[in-house]
């Protein structure tokens, strides 16, 4: 089931993810690398894929959610839309800089595969980056319906939110997003999370072909045990 199956919960996505220091870092990272090509795989809506997609650029965006994708092609832009996942990815070998946002490499079940088409793509000396969420903080306690219960008006009509937390097991991370709308209709989507180590991460890029960087924020804050955040760059050997 496509957890980004929801129209309504589409056209709020981009509200509640709105540009921060997150976009400025990958558009400032582009920039700095002329990357004349660009993949971002899980581009979601496209917020910040088109947003990349600057006069002599050319960008792709990969998504597996045809509901998120259909949302990004509404927006005229010069993206080439793809949907699908990592086996979407050409082995061209020409892309300048490759992206994966918003935690969306959590969603991935093989990590390794994923890193190994993404490096194919690349061209020699190319750079991957994306982040993730470090399991030393271990987020997902504060994932259940306590935690996280709220209401709020939105340009779809009232909604109340929670979280209820279903599963930890080896990294693993399964919960339930509830969407309950004032007409008593609760939509609940699963949502399954791959929790891995720097340790883990950083050894899969550099069995992908990788030299590695971890930071713990956008603004290149020293990664450390207990940094809740973790931003990898890597380069293609």
């Not at 700095?32 to 979601?44: F, I």
């Not at 990349?52 to 832009?77: C, K, Q, W």
């Amino acid at each position: 089931m496509d957890p980004f199956g929801d129209e309504n919960l589409v056209e709020l996505y981009d509200l509640d993810n709105a540009p921060g220091d997150d976009h400025a870092y990958f558009r400032a990272l582009a920039d700095s690398l002329d990357a004349r090509k660009v993949l971002d795989l899980g581009c979601g809506t496209g917020l910040l894929t088109r947003a990349l997609a600057t006069p002599g650029r050319e960008v792709i965006g990969i998504d597996p959610s045809p509901t998120m994708l259909n949302y990004a092609r509404r927006t005229p832009s010069s993206v080439t839309w793809i949907s699908g996942d990592a086996g979407a990815i050409a082995p061209t070998g020409d892309v300048d800089f490759a992206l994966s946002t918003g935690n969306a490499v959590m969603y991935i079940a093989d990590l390794p595969a994923t890193l190994t088409a993404l490096a194919a793509a690349l061209r020699t000396g190319g750079v991957l980056a994306f982040e993730s969420r470090n399991p030393a903080a271990r987020a997902w306690e504060s994932w259940t319906r306590e935690a996280t219960y709220g209401d709020r008006d939105t340009p779809v009509g009232h909604l109340t939110e929670w979280l209820d937390l279903i599963e930890v097991s080896d990294g693993r991370v399964v919960f339930d997003a509830h969407n309950l709308y004032d007409d008593g209709r609760d939509d609940v989507y699963r949502n399954e999370l791959y929790f891995r180590s720097a340790t883990e991460i950083t050894a899969a890029l550099e069995a992908a072909g990788f030299t590695v960087q971890v930071t713990a924020g956008w603004h290149g804050e020293e990664f450390v045990p207990e940094s809740r955040l973790m931003v990898f760059r890597a380069e293609k050997v």
